[in-house]
């Protein structure tokens, strides 16, 4: 069984939806989560960044930490056309430890 | 944060040959990281490449077939030797900030061997 496991997708969407992506992890001993972005043919990109449980908004990203269930998401409200892209979670035991990262979930808004 | 710039952004090459991936950064940095982006999977550590020491491997990734230059602190290289058709894979160069926290990506290598 894989560490963390991300809702496969592909996901579709129309403009303006709110957009829920979803991990679940095995470790409990992950302290840090991230979630990245990527474009086709495009390395991915930082988006979020969270310690510990809770929730971090920026903008229309929310990312949300619940550490006794082992889950994490990431909210994308009034989803835009240039949202369409691949979703990453990933996550780590330490500050400066190695990531691992969730399979992806592919997501198009669609206008 | 920084820029990378890896080269080539694809390529097609037979069995039985060699790839050198180029990966240069705009800023110094202690380490630099080579992952593996199989279709439909997640991301993979392959290694981390430390200035002036030899890089450090991840479980199932061996230096005869991913060996790793670091010759100074901008600059790393990347070479799939010996390719086969399951090298077939995006490959992508990754740093880190000061205290990293957040890893930033280069635009990747899209390897095809046929």
């Known amino acids: 069984q894989k560490e963390v496991e991300q809702d496969p997708g592909p996901l579709s969407v129309p403009e303006g939806a709110i957009v829920s992506l979803n991990c679940t992890y095995s470790?409990?001993?992950?302290?840090?989560f991230m979630w990245y972005r990527q474009y086709s043919r495009k390395g991915p990109e930082l988006l979020m960044y969270?310690?510990?449980?809770g929730n971090k908004e920026d903008g229309r990203f929310t990312a949300q930490v619940d550490k006794s269930s082992k889950y994490i998401s990431l909210f994308i409200r009034d989803s835009q056309p240039s949202d369409s892209a691949t979703y990453l979670c990933?996550?780590?035991?330490?500050?400066?430890?190695?990531?691992?990262f969730g399979d992806g979930t592919t997501l198009t808004v669609k206008p | 944060s920084a820029v990378i710039s890896q080269k080539p952004s694809r390529d097609i090459c037979q069995r039985g040959t060699s790839l050198t991936i180029q990966c240069q950064v705009d800023?110094?940095?202690?380490?630099m990281f080579w992952y593996r982006q199989q279709p439909g999977q997640s991301l993979t550590l392959i290694a981390t490449?430390?200035?002036?020491?030899?890089?450090?491997?991840e479980s199932g990734f061996v230096i005869d077939k991913f060996p790793i230059s670091r010759p100074n602190l901008t600059f790393s290289t990347l070479t799939v030797s010996n390719m086969s058709p399951e090298d077939s894979s995006i490959y992508l160069c990754?740093?880190?900030?000061?205290?990293?926290?957040?890893?930033?990506f280069g635009s990747g290598t899209q390897l095809s061997v046929l």
């Open positions: 800023s110094q940095v202690t380490m």
């Open positions: 990933a996550m780590r035991i330490t500050n400066a430890g190695k990531s691992t």
């Open positions: 969270t310690y510990s449980s």
């Open positions: 470790n409990s001993a992950f302290q840090y």
């Open positions: 490449a430390n200035q002036g020491s030899e890089a450090t491997y």
């Open positions: 990754s740093v880190g900030d000061p205290t990293n926290e957040k890893l930033f």
